[in-house]
Structures are given as structure tokens and as C-alpha cells.
């Protein structure tokens, strides 16, 4: 294994490696990240293989993604003890001087500096104390000059916007990523057509609060209806959006989209209206249910997932039976369950009547079981069906796994290589691993 010297003596590139931890949005700000180290001589390699330089994209949502951040760098530099450490992001802007404390850490930007991460490193090699970068966080709108790296993906992800203004009481996320900004509207055309001419057929709109998009007159939906111009782009998905940022033209235009798909991931925090205030969250119990019975009836064949936080300041059994209840006769599809985590800063922290952590852990329990059932009698709606299926990759069980527009995840035993081709399959049973099995019909 050569060191980082013994590279620079053979005249060999550097190498560097990639961490994300969080959300989509994350993701696409690797991406981002790791494509400009390529451009600049650097080889990528996976993250766990011996490296002259790391970069990790954090999260600051909870206290656990906090711990795997100091876990991942410890990590990197047993691996290869002399390995440059970048940290940036959220955890990054919140907690510098806790990774500062870290024996090893070389760099820490915060979220205005990330992007540039790059631009700070001459050479990769060790500081005699980390350098920390956390400048005013900027809440006019951006442009990226980069364009994501997503060799081993077929879907890519598309931050379109950052930041938001909502303060729900629990959220750190204002403060890691400062008040809503959005992307300039040329400047996501421009990264979208060279991720569609790398061969992505699929793009992920990605951001913080994507629903409050606007730029020079723009919103999401205009986005939308430019991105379905570019030629060879297949699908479009939306990621999370918050339920009172979508408008019914959006829902009524995914319904006749033949590229928009018919996916949607609305937060629901919560189910009871009291929490919801404590929340703060912007609607009731009942316009979020009305709102989904509409999405429901326009796009019959629609996804829906959701976020649902368990052990929020003050939850009785009651307030979480109401969660449970609704959650189990809304039509969703799947819910991701996040029990609360204090965020130093936010108000949430100082509200009376803490939920026992044995009590989160078991509510917790409760509503990802309730997901898992949601889950498979929704697959179980398509048995019998024919469906187009972008697939992805090869699972160890050596079969082809990828997705159906409305996000059922499917796998095919084929000899043939069905990696980013869309494929023609009649799904015909629920396999071992939970997949839907899927039977070859044809290429799309």
C-alpha cells in the first residue's frame, strides 16, 4: 500500500475517497464534490480503500449521525493514517468544535465552503491543527459549476434548491443550512443535460424544501416542464416536499406526466394536531388528509411515503395511537420513522415532558412494523401487472434489482445485463428478500 509521499515520488494521481451521511440532498453535494477533485487529477476511490483523502459530508439531524461523523473519521485514519480529513456540511456549521477536538481532523468547512472544498487543498497531506472555515451562510440564490459523479448509478440525484425558512421547533436544519435559497433555473437545465449526456436516464429533484423553489418568476413545476424537454431524460422524480408547498397543478400535471413519477414523499411529522402546533408545522391532521385523498384520487396507482417522528416533548400513548391509527388508514406506502432527537438551539429542547428512550424505541418498533405491512400490501396491488423497470444494478443473489416509476422495487433473473435499460416485466410474486419478482417481457 503506498503512502501518500510514496504516490507523489511514483508521480502517481491522488486518491481520494467520499462519505455521505443523511439526505438525498447530501448525496447530490458529493457528488458535486467528488467531481471536482476528479477534474483536478484526484483518483476516486471507494470509501474503505486506502487513501490519501477523505472528505465527509455530514448531517446534524440527530444525536447518532452526530457519533457515526466521529465514528467515520476515526475509521479513515486507522485505515490510512496519513489521509487528509475534510469534514463539511451540517455538522460541520454546527459542531466545529467537537470535530476540532478529533485527533486527525485537517479541514472543516461549514455550508457555505463546502462546495470549494476542493479549492482549500493544495496537497493532501497533514495540518498540525485543523483549519476551520465556517462563513455567513448566503441566502441568495446559487448556481453550481460542477456536475454530479455518479459512475456506479443510473439514477442522479438534482439539488435544485437549499435552505428553509419554516422552523419547525425540533428542525436544526435552518441553522446547518441557512434560510431557503434556490438554484439559479439555467444553471439546473445546464447540469441536467450533462448528467442526462453521461447517460443517467432518471434525475432525483433534490433540496431542503424544494416545494418553495423560485427563481426570476420560476417555481418547481416550471423546473419540471423544462427538465421533460431534454431529450433522452426518461423519468423525473420528486424527493421529499413539504404539503403545503405543493400546488394541485403539480398533482394534476404528474397525473397526465408521461416523465414525472408518480412518486410522492410528503412529511407528516405527526398525527395529532396538538403535537402538530407544538411542532409547529404548517397545516392540521385534516388538510393533510384531504390533500392526500386528492393526490390518491387524481394518480390512483401513486407512491406515497411520509415521515413520522415518535417521542416528540410531551407524546402520550394517546397522541401516538392517533399516529399509528392514521398512518395505517392513510394509502401509504411506506413512512420513515425518526424518533426525536435533541438539537441543542432549537426549541424543542427545552419543552417539558421527555419521552423515555425504552418508550421511543418501542413506538418506534410499532410504526416500522405498520411500514413494512404497508409496504407489501402495496407491492401486492401490481402482482399481475406489467410495468417499465429502469434496473440498476446486480444484487448478491446475483439478480437485477431497479424501479417501477411509482417506486416498487423489483427484481429479475435474467442472463442478459439489464443495467440502466428500461425493461418490460410482469411482476408476478413477492420473493424472499421482499423484492418483487419480476418476469422479462421486453425492452423498452
Not at 459542531?95 to 472543516?108: F, K, W
Not at 436544526?172 to 439555467?186: E, L, M, N, T
Not at 417501477?404 to 435474467?414: D, L, R
Request: hydrophobic letters at 40%.
Amino acid at each position: 500500500m503506498l503512502t501518500t509521499n510514496e504516490n507523489r515520488a511514483a508521480g502517481r494521481p491522488y486518491r481520494a475517497s467520499f462519505y455521505t451521511l443523511g439526505c438525498r440532498l447530501n448525496q447530490a453535494e458529493t457528488s458535486l464534490i467528488s467531481n471536482n477533485f476528479k477534474n483536478k487529477g484526484y483518483e476516486v476511490v471507494d470509501y474503505g480503500q486506502a487513501t490519501d483523502l477523505c472528505v465527509i459530508n455530514t448531517c446534524t439531524v440527530t444525536e447518532q449521525a452526530d457519533a457515526k461523523c466521529r465514528q467515520l473519521v476515526r475509521q479513515v485514519l486507522k485505515r490510512s493514517p496519513e489521509a487528509f480529513v475534510a469534514v463539511v456540511g451540517c455538522y460541520a456549521q454546527m459542531g466545529a468544535e467537537e470535530l476540532a477536538g478529533i485527533e486527525g481532523v485537517d479541514l472543516i468547512l461549514g455550508t457555505e465552503d463546502k462546495m470549494q472544498v476542493a479549492d482549500f487543498i493544495d496537497v493532501p497531506q497533514k495540518l498540525p491543527e485543523p483549519l476551520i472555515r465556517r462563513s455567513k451562510i448566503k441566502n441568495t440564490p446559487f448556481t453550481i459549476s460542477s456536475v454530479g459523479n455518479y459512475e456506479h448509478a443510473t439514477r442522479a440525484n438534482l439539488k435544485v434548491q437549499d435552505g428553509c425558512d419554516f422552523m419547525c421547533t425540533f428542525c436544526i436544519i435552518p441553522f446547518a443550512r441557512g434560510r431557503a435559497r434556490s438554484r439559479a433555473f439555467w444553471d439546473i437545465q445546464r447540469e441536467a443535460v450533462q448528467l442526462v449526456e453521461r447517460g443517467h436516464k432518471e434525475l432525483v429533484l433534490s433540496g431542503v424544501n424544494i416545494g418553495t423553489y423560485e427563481h426570476e418568476g420560476k417555481a418547481l413545476l416550471d423546473v419540471i416542464r423544462m427538465l421533460e424537454t431534454i431529450e433522452g431524460l426518461d423519468r423525473i422524480r420528486i424527493s421529499s416536499i413539504e404539503p403545503t408547498t405543493i400546488p394541485e397543478a403539480l398533482v394534476h400535471h404528474m397525473a397526465e406526466s408521461e416523465k414525472l413519477c408518480n412518486h410522492f414523499h410528503i412529511p407528516l411529522q405527526h398525527g395529532h394536531d396538538g403535537v402538530l402546533m407544538k411542532m409547529r408545522r404548517l397545516y392540521s391532521v385534516k388538510e393533510y388528509v384531504q390533500f392526500l385523498e386528492l393526490v390518491n384520487e387524481l394518480i390512483p396507482d401513486v407512491c406515497l411515503g411520509t415521515d413520522v417522528m415518535v417521542g416528540f416533548p410531551g407524546e402520550s400513548d394517546l397522541e401516538f395511537e392517533a399516529t399509528r391509527q392514521l398512518l395505517a388508514d392513510l394509502p401509504f406506502a411506506y413512512f420513515h420513522v425518526f424518533p426525536f432527537s435533541e438539537r441543542f438551539g432549537t426549541p424543542a429542547v427545552k419543552m417539558a415532558g421527555k419521552v423515555n428512550p425504552k418508550t421511543k424505541k418501542a413506538r418506534s418498533r410499532v410504526l416500522r412494523q405498520l411500514s413494512q405491512r404497508k409496504k407489501l400490501e402495496f407491492n401486492r396491488r401490481f402482482l399481475g401487472q406489467r410495468a417499465s423497470v429502469l434496473f440498476e444494478e446486480r444484487n448478491e443473489a446475483g439478480r437485477h434489482q431497479g424501479f417501477t416509476g411509482n417506486y416498487v422495487k423489483v427484481a429479475a433473473t435474467t442472463e442478459r445485463d439489464l443495467t440502466n435499460q428500461f425493461v418490460d416485466v410482469e411482476l408476478r410474486g413477492i420473493g424472499e428478500d421482499g423484492l418483487v419478482d419480476a418476469w422479462v417481457v421486453g425492452f423498452g
